[in-house]
């Protein structure tokens, strides 16, 4: 699994951990915090939250046209100063009036800019390690790596906002409330949330120490083509033809991908909504250890030792491992033991569950796709974005099924919760969809650095985030729809757009598979 991969990938995936573990904890509460500090319904944070959302899947396609033109590194490392002056604008507690909404619109843009420069460019410099035909056959694999270490971050991101929101609230005397509206309790709500962007500022300072303090790992990787003519690197060219068949096959399958996104991106709003309105969130009996995130890491991290003993090839070794994941297993358990029964939940918990199940499933992606590979029966990856879209389907099916019988939320009063549904549904839910995001989000940043016209890397790594952006931007729908038409209907608009995408993508796929083998 990690067996003959270059040491850069480590590095850059490691340095990518940190700024996610710093954007996702941020991203938790956001919504949330736009209810409790502004007042506002689900639609105009929803709204707001995809506007966000977008900006920060846009802003790479300009990343990367200035990154093709000055330098990978350069863009890398100016995104970063630009985010982490917009998170420590986020963090200053500020009123409820119109100085604290431009502050916030202020903050957000410049973490929207930030990533813009910092996110693609770095997948880049992981796409090119793999340029070398030494190393060319893993660049699947090495994504589907970097990808869980983006994961890593994002899994404990959620209890690291919901442990500040709790220690918060009891300094104020209160402790979390889901209908609790009075002025009091949601001032310190909103001061609980504001912490949290605190936390994405100390995050990206330890990003900042992994990427230059292993800057040697990846540094012959941060190379464009005009930087590469420069030098008198072997540059690969292509005719017009391959030139434009390429770009139009990554646009096309950019196309599909937006409808994925404005499906798979309702995690921070009408799924978090749903649990807010309709979950149990006094949680008794075994689900109690999937609240707690220590437990869920020794979990996680036991699926990689466990992988280990039958992958490694000495004797010792695998009885190491084998020790390794009966003790992460016995503290995982020990951890469970000690939790109170019930525990209190909050709507942010549910977020930890697809970071972890992506971690959690990755090894098994991997095996699975590295058998079919063996036997010459791997799907290409737009195959592979193709089934992706079908799982998604039905990871909304599940929710539908949940949403039986429940009362519309345009017919509850405001305030009103109806929380009788056990967690369960949400984290199946989850579970479906992560098996759709491993499918899709990987295989599409490993195709497109493969794909891309060597000159145009950048700004076609920035297509794909701007089909993300969009696809983002169009995952409001749901939260504007929220008040005024029943749950099921509203599940069952992605289920209809995920289905349709993937007859598309498969309507497609000679096109595509044609292009890219030019």
């Known amino acids: 699994m990690f067996k003959g991969q270059p040491k850069g990938l480590f590095a850059l995936a490691l340095a990518n951990t940190g700024e996610r573990f710093g954007y996702y904890t941020m991203l938790a509460i956001l919504t949330l915090l736009m209810q409790a500090k502004f007042g506002w319904d689900e639609g105009t944070a929803g709204e707001v939250y995809a506007i966000f959302l977008a900006g920060v899947y846009f802003m790479p ?45 202020g903050g957000l843009a410049l973490v929207a800019i930030g990533t813009g420069l910092f996110k693609g460019n770095l997948q880049v410099l992981v796409g090119n390690l793999y340029d070398d035909p030494k190393y060319s056959a893993k660049r699947d694999s090495a994504f589907s790596l970097f990808y869980m270490a983006i994961n ?47 936390v994405a500022c100390v995050s990206l300072i330890l990003s900042v120490a992994i990427y230059f303090g292993c800057r040697n790992w990846f540094k012959h990787a ?59 969130l006094t949680v008794s009996g075994g689900l109690r250890l999937g609240f ?33 994941t009966l003790a992460l297993w016995g503290g995982a358990y020990a951890l469970y033991a ?50 992706g879209m079908l799982v998604a389907a039905l990871g909304f099916v599940i929710i539908t099924l949940a949403s039986f019988g429940l009362t519309s939320p345009k017919d509850l009063a405001e305030g009103q919760t109806q929380s009788i549904l056990s967690p369960a549904w949400l ?10 995001e491993l499918l899709l989000s990987p295989m599409g940043m ?5 794909v891309a016209p060597p000159k145009y890397k950048g700004m076609m790594m920035g297509g794909w985030f701007a089909a993300t952006a969009l696809g983002n931007y169009l995952s409001m729908i749901p939260s504007k729809l929220w008040n005024k038409i029943p749950l099921m209907a509203n599940w069952g608009i992605l289920i209809g757009l995920c289905l349709v995408a993937a007859v598309i993508m498969f309507a497609m796929m000679k096109k595509i598979e044609a292009a890219t083998e030019s």
């Not at 984290?427 to 992560?434: D, K, S, V």
Request: proline share 4%; aromatic share 14%; glycine share 8%.
């Open 61 to 105: 396609f300009f990343g990367g046209i200035l990154a093709d033109k000055i330098g990978y590194g350069k863009c890398v490392t100016i995104g970063i100063a630009v985010m982490f002056l917009g998170y420590l604008g986020l963090a200053i507690p500020t009123g409820a009036g119109l100085s604290g909404k431009l502050m916030m619109f």
């Open 152 to 198: 890593i971050g994002a899994m404990f991101a959620p209890s690291m906002a919901k442990k500040i929101t709790n220690i918060y609230l009891g300094n104020h005397g209160f402790v979390y409330d889901a209908a609790n509206q009075a002025p009091e309790y949601l001032e310190a709500l909103s001061g609980a949330y504001g912490l949290c962007f605190g």
């Open 222 to 280: 941060d190379v464009n083509t005009k930087q590469a003519k420069k030098t008198d690197a072997t540059v690969v060219e292509l005719t017009p033809k391959q030139t434009k068949d390429r770009m139009v096959a990554l646009i096309l399958v950019f196309a599909v991908v937006i409808f994925f996104w404005m499906a798979f991106h309702q995690n921070g709003s009408a799924l978090t909504f749903f649990a807010k309105k309709y979950t149990n």
């Open 292 to 324: 707690n995130i220590g437990s869920l890491a020794m979990i996680a991290a036991s699926v990689y030792t466990l992988f280990s003993v039958f992958q490694s090839d000495s004797k010792k070794t695998k009885i190491i491992c084998g020790a390794v």
């Open 338 to 387: 000690s939790m109170s029964n019930p525990i209190a939940a909050q709507p942010s918990d549910f977020q930890q569950f697809n970071p972890f199940f992506v971690v959690a499933l990755t090894p098994i992606s991997m095996v699975i796709f590295e058998s079919l590979a063996k036997k010459c029966k791997e799907p290409s990856a737009p195959k592979k974005i193709a089934i």
């Open 427 to 436: 984290i199946g839910t989850y579970f479906t969809l992560t098996f759709a």
């Open 446 to 450: 490993s195709f497109v650095t493969k």
